[in-house]
């Protein structure tokens, strides 16, 4: 418990119920569109609701500037959506002018889930018009969220957290990651007798599978592209190193071996090398490991607090303590194959980023003064939206 208590200490986070969007740094001139919604619904909150997910997506999108006059639009999203049961579906025409360029249908079989519907409908449409794929849209978030002492429960959300539900409750169930590119299934550590344990959470069938104990800790921290590698922080020798776990061998052996803390392991560049948190320096930073040669090496020069990170294919982003600025954490971008990087935040507190599925945006946690939201960063068009967070105290996130 002890060893879980130390990674904590790097990654807890208390969130506010503050709701805010906004968006930064304009880019060029859009297409505009606008939304004609020709349903007949009688229940006109879910009505309103639904039409403020769609112009929110499309505005995340970044593709279009939304308009309010017919008129004034180059696209027309016409779509009509019906409610049966709980069975929710959208008949949806795109045209431009008077010419019909896309149809499509999309449904769920809940309610509940509509955000989902319209993150469907917004990502079908710029696929079919040959815009900027937003498919990430409909990945779902994993969060845990502390509710007291021993007490955490796993949450499924939309990204801009309007559904939401507890997937597992009851005991200390902390660090969700998804075991595959489906999201049909994640890993997360629980206790079993006091001892850290990682499980496998079967999202069709709702079974629990033990995959692997580990006196002190045990964190999956990032899987492999095919799903059949995982990389875990454990403590058997006391002090957390990071480990490689074979899903199909069930074996595994260790990868890093220093006497202080190395945590947070993430594959990067084609699974060949690893990047991972440690305070060989005397404080968090980042290093990267070869994973044929495991010659390791520092990635990240400046800062002297830098511990979150996540990796897609050669990128990384990661959180940076900045100096001579009182609780000032920003993002950064860079590549392992160049001296390339870029500051994505500008103020406040920013952690715990996770790349999108295509790896073109970037969600996080900011706090702000007394405010906190999650951040979705649209890495080309360079934007940032933020969503008030309405769901307590959060303990980590995947998405």
């Known amino acids: 418990m002890k060893k879980i208590l130390v990674f904590l200490f790097f ?13 930064i740094n304009k880019g060029m001139q859009l297409p505009k569109i606008y939304i004609k919604d020709q349903s007949s619904l009688t229940d006109l909150d879910l009505k309103k609701s639904f039409y403020n997910m769609l112009v929110n997506d499309i505005k995340v999108s970044a593709n279009f500037e939304v308009v309010e006059e017919e008129a004034k639009g180059d696209y027309v999203f016409s779509y009509i959506l019906n409610k049966n049961g709980k069975l ?31 993150h469907k409908s917004i990502a079908q449409m710029n696929k079919k018009l040959g815009f900027s794929p937003v498919d990430w849209m409909d990945h779902k978030i994993l969060i845990a969220r502390t509710q007291g002492s021993k007490q955490s429960d796993i949450l499924l ?36 007798d006091e001892i850290p344990t990682l499980y496998k959470y079967n999202m069709k069938n709702k ?24 990389l875990l922080t454990m403590a058997p020798k006391d002090q957390p190193d990071v480990y490689l776990y074979d899903t199909n061998t069930k074996n595994y052996h260790q990868l890093t071996n220093y ?25 968090p930073n980042i290093f990267m490991q070869d994973l044929g040669t495991n010659i390791t090496e520092q990635v990240v ?5 830098n511990s979150s990170v996540s990796t897609y294919k050669n990128y990384i982003v990661y959180s940076s303590r900045e100096a001579n600025q009182s609780g000032v954490f920003n993002l950064y971008l860079m590549s392992t194959q160049s001296d390339y990087i870029r500051q994505l935040t500008a103020n406040g507190k920013n952690l715990f980023p996770r790349f999108s599925s295509d790896g073109e945006s970037i969600v996080f946690i900011k706090y702000l003064g007394s ?15 933020y969503y008030g967070l309405k769901v307590g105290k959060i303990q980590s996130i995947d998405w």
């Open 11 to 23: 990654c807890t986070i208390l969130f506010g119920e503050d709701a805010t969007i906004s968006v």
């Open 88 to 118: 929710l579906d959208i008949d949806v025409e795109v045209l431009a002018g008077k010419e019909s360029k896309a149809r499509f249908y999309e449904q769920i079989l809940s309610i509940e889930e509509y955000p989902f519907l319209a």
């Open 157 to 192: 959300a939309d990204y801009t957290l309007t559904y939401q539900k507890v997937l597992i409750s009851k005991g200390l169930n902390l660090f969700p990651k998804w075991a595959n590119k489906e999201q049909d299934a994640f890993y997360f550590t629980a206790y079993d």
């Open 207 to 230: 079974s629990t599978t033990k995959i692997i104990a580990s006196k002190g800790m045990i964190v999956a921290s990032d899987v492999s592209d095919d799903g059949k590698k995982i």
């Open 259 to 283: 006497s202080g803390i190395d945590v947070n392991g993430n594959f990067v560049d084609g699974d060949q090398k690893i990047v991972f948190i440690s305070d060989r320096l005397g404080y």
């Open 301 to 305: 020069f400046h800062g002297k607090n």
């Open 371 to 385: 405010q906190s939201a999650l951040g979705v960063i649209r890495i080309k068009a360079n934007k940032a939206f």
